[in-house]
């Protein structure tokens, strides 16, 4: 099989069109037609359908496509590798964190990674734990830093827990709560800046309201990542729910209560599939030992 038809065959799937295709990869149509009847011939089925003015991909047409997406993938870090191999410790490392850990961790990493590797990149991408994970099968990034999920293991991915962390109620310094015995009663009557539903911290809090016979929190404001809570919260009497470390500037203050507060763990991971590239490995190796320092301060 010719690597190139795996290229051209996975812009066909993407863009039902055989000109439009062609004109996105630079090659003539009929080129695109030769790929198709050399796969057709290859694995002796039909993998596609004419559908109006465009195409449709079969049964076997779709499994192709998606053993084709893994297998691209796999291309990719083959290329990445063998480059990094040939010209040492450069590339680029693809991360996606939460916001408490781009704040408070990666600083200290980014300056180890000046002293020891200063030719490698990295990249950060900062979101909520569902969106990370889905970039991470997908391969839009190497790997995330993030919490641990309470769902069972993805086989997709390969996790290690390597930090510890208390998620707590967190309010401005101001406000009518803070020096108060708070209830649960109390937290259900406020107005909040909370994360997407779909975020485990979020569903836990909801989880810990509705367990109590209340409502969950009111999100009056729902911010993807979290980072914009902050100066929200400055100017209101809202409420949030984040990491302990987002307190160490002094803006906010927690609102104590030991129903509200999750203890969690970090993990690292990373795609099972395929290769860990050196530089992807070293990043790790120096993000466990930095961490451990962390945890131990």
Same mark, same amino acid.
Request: glycine fraction near 4%; proline fraction near 5%; include cysteine.
């Given at each position: ?54 195409? =449709? @991909?079969?049964?076997?047409?779709? &499994?192709?496509? *998606?053993?084709? #997406?893994?297998? /691209?993938?796999?291309?990719?870090? +083959? ?39 200063? =030719? @490698?990149?990295?990249?950060?991408? &900062?979101?909520? *734990?569902?969106? #990370?994970?889905? /970039?991470?099968?997908?391969?839009? +990034? ?156």
């Amino acid at each position: 099989m010719d690597i190139r038809d795996i290229r051209y065959f996975l812009k066909i799937a993407e863009l039902c069109h055989l000109s439009r295709a062609a004109d996105d990869l630079g090659v003539t149509q009929p080129a695109l037609t030769k790929c198709v009847a050399r796969l057709e011939d290859d694995f002796g089925v039909k993998l596609l359908n004419r559908s109006g003015r465009g195409i =449709a @991909l079969t049964e076997a047409g779709q &499994v192709l496509r *998606d053993r084709f #997406l893994l297998l /691209d993938q796999d291309l990719s870090d +083959i290329r990445k590798e063998v480059s990094e191999l040939r010209s040492g410790l450069t590339g680029m490392v693809r991360i996606g964190c939460s916001a408490s850990i781009a704040n408070y961790v990666l600083p200290k990493i980014c300056k180890r990674v000046r002293e020891t590797a200063p =030719a @490698l990149q990295l990249t950060v991408r &900062v979101a909520m *734990d569902d969106a #990370l994970r889905d /970039d991470l099968r997908a391969g839009v +990034i190497d790997m995330t830093i993030s919490p641990e999920r309470a769902t069972p293991a993805d086989e997709a991915l390969v996790s290690r827990v390597l930090l510890s962390d208390a998620v707590v109620v967190v309010a401005h310094r101001g406000h009518p709560l803070v020096g108060q015995n708070v209830t649960l009663q109390d937290l259900a009557e406020q107005a909040w800046v909370l994360p997407m539903p779909t975020v485990s911290t979020r569903r836990w809090l909801d989880e810990v309201f509705r367990k109590a016979g209340l409502p969950p929190p009111f999100a009056a404001v729902t911010a993807a990542p979290l980072v914009s809570a902050p100066p929200i919260m400055a100017q209101t009497d809202m409420l949030s729910f984040m990491s302990r470390r987002n307190l160490i500037s002094g803006e906010l203050v927690e609102i104590p209560n030991q129903q509200t507060t999750l203890q969690r763990n970090f993990e690292v991971s990373h795609r099972a599939r395929g290769f860990l590239a050196p530089s992807l490995r070293f990043f790790i190796a120096l993000l466990e030992r930095e961490l451990a320092n962390v945890a131990s301060a």
